[in-house]
């Protein structure tokens, strides 16, 4: 894997801005005439220290294209359920929209710089498919793939891997129209050939493909409980359907993108594991978190993981469960070359004498949150995610596709922003992180969930995950105090 080489401080004047906010120290070794790697003592790569990660290591940060791109009606792209849901007034807080965005479809460039200056090895982006098919399915649309291509070569050029996302919640509206989108089987169907068609075109200069960003979320949100688009509180029966045809989709994509391929691509989900954490670590509590944690994730990455539905999931659905033959229980468990986590809370847990051996406790009323109200803090699981997918499903690679956290952050008189809970955050995220790498669990990268402040779905934009501050007026970016600690943690490859 390219590994993006530190800037040296005298070139660039985001790199310079970045080594003043991170302040003396950081200075020097950024001004180091040699890879600024070697100024800093150099952990173990056996051990690596108390606080290194594994030589190699991958470090990125991670945006979706809704969230960032805007220009939503531009180049031919059509429309998506995301648009008509955000277009829908009182569906998002002020009715706020993706139409504009951060812009990041006209500002790739200056994004792509932002990405270099804190020296990110990757870059986990999602492609919009009504930019590829506007209605979904049919022929392919010349400027949609140009954009993605045009900004894959961009990455390449600054040693910086793309790692895309096919799906990240934006589905063509027109197949929501045809018939339902995720409740028919004919999207899992159109979102293969779309995926083979991505693989026929980027394969040759991108290696790693996510398939479907956190199933759990754009399925439960969107079309049990009405949240997200498309706006549906389906009953149960259609519910499980939904959640069967998008692990389905997922399988018949990893296969359409090995088979499309040009050369041998890398392939895996980015789900959001529900993560049982053993809220005191026994034996048995431990054990209990591994039994709650495949059961939770039953319809969603256990499935795929195993190619059956539990048992206590089947017995639960009952009359209401999903309509599935052997086969495509066959195509949803196609094997994967890696898991991506979205890693954001815990669950905490504790072993129960009853049936299903678990008991869940909800978080105290007084547990620390970020500013997203569902964001109660528990570092603890960005160890136990990983350890479960090795220990429960002997995953043998795993990246962390998304962590990060939501924060109001403020600018000073003097123009910086000093988001010490987002460094408070990472730091304690990432010692958990390094224990479960520490322990022989194999994480390969950890992608930063955002490069930018953008678009937070229902919390419009209200609610900032960037290290890169926007200002939404202008459009400006200012790197955050958290992009100096970001910058400096890949810089050591290490908990800093
Ligand atoms: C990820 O979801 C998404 O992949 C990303 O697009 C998003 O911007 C980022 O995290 C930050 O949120 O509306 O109260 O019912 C993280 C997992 C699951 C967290 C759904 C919010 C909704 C809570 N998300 N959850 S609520």
């Known amino acids: 894997m390219a590994k993006a080489r530190t800037t040296a401080a005298d070139e660039n004047p985001s790199r310079r801005a970045l080594i003043k906010l991170a302040g003396a120290g950081a200075a020097a070794a950024g001004a180091a005439p040699a890879p600024a790697q070697s100024a800093e003592p150099q ?73 270099r200056t804190l020296g990110a090895q990757s870059y986990r982006f999602s492609i919009a498919w009504p930019r590829i098919f506007p209605d979904g399915v049919g022929t392919p649309n010349p400027k949609g793939l140009d954009f993605y291509s045009r900004l894959v ?185 890696f898991v991506g986590v979205n890693v954001y809370t815990p669950q905490y847990v504790r072993t129960s004498p009853a049936a299903p051996g678990y008991e869940i406790l909800p978080p105290a009323r007084s547990h620390p949150r970020m500013a997203s109200s ?14 479960h997918l090795r220990n429960i499903w002997n995953v043998g690679n795993i990246y962390i596709s998304e962590n990060g956290c939501g924060t109001n952050d403020e600018v000073t008189p003097d123009g910086s922003i000093s988001d010490t809970d987002r460094i408070m955050f990472l730091r304690n995220n990432l010692a958990m992180l390094k224990r479960a790498t520490s322990e022989g669990v194999p994480v390969r990268g950890y992608f930063h969930w955002s490069l930018l402040d953008n678009f937070e779905w229902t919390d419009g934009y209200g609610t900032r995950f960037g290290l890169v501050y926007v200002d939404y007026a202008t459009l400006r970016r200012t790197p955050k105090l958290s992009a100096a600690y970001f910058a400096e943690t890949v810089r050591r490859n290490a908990v800093v």
């Open 153 to 337: 070569d961009e990455l390449l050029a600054n040693s910086i891997a793309p790692f895309p996302t096919l799906y990240h919640w934006d589905l063509p509206q027109a197949l929501e129209d045809r018939f339902g989108g995720w409740q028919s089987r004919d999207t899992a169907y159109a979102f293969a050939d779309y995926a083979g068609l991505i693989a026929e075109k980027f394969s040759d200069r991108v290696e790693h493909f996510f398939t479907l960003n956190e199933m759990a979320t754009f399925v439960e949100l969107g079309y049990g409980q009405a949240i997200h688009a498309p706006g549906l509180r389906l009953p149960a029966a259609e519910l499980n359907q939904v959640r069967h045809h998008a692990v389905l989709a997922h399988g018949l994509a990893v296969a359409a993108i090995r088979a499309r391929a040009k050369r041998a691509a890398k392939i895996g989900p980015a789900e959001n594991l529900t993560t049982a954490v053993p809220t005191i670590e026994s034996d048995d509590n431990i054990a209990a978190a591994e039994r709650a944690t495949r059961e939770l994730n039953a319809g969603y990455l256990t499935v795929i993981l195993e190619g059956r539905y539990t048992d206590a999931f089947l017995k639960a659905a009952g009359a209401d469960a999903p309509k599935f033959t052997d086969d495509e229980l066959k195509a949803i468990a196609t094997p994967v070359d």
């Open 43 to 115: 952990a173990d790569p056996g051990q690596c220290g108390t606080r290194g990660f594994p030589q190699g290591f991958l470090w990125g940060t991670a945006t979706a294209a809704y969230q960032v791109e805007g220009a939503w009606h531009e180049d031919g792209r059509g429309v998506s359920i995301w648009d008509r849901f955000a277009h829908t007034p009182g569906k998002i807080r002020n009715n706020e929209t993706g139409d504009v965005a951060v812009d990041h479809y006209h500002r790739y460039q200056d994004d792509v710089r932002l990405m």
């Open 374 to 387: 569902w964001q109660i803090l528990g570092p603890e699981a960005l160890y136990w995610a990983p350890r």
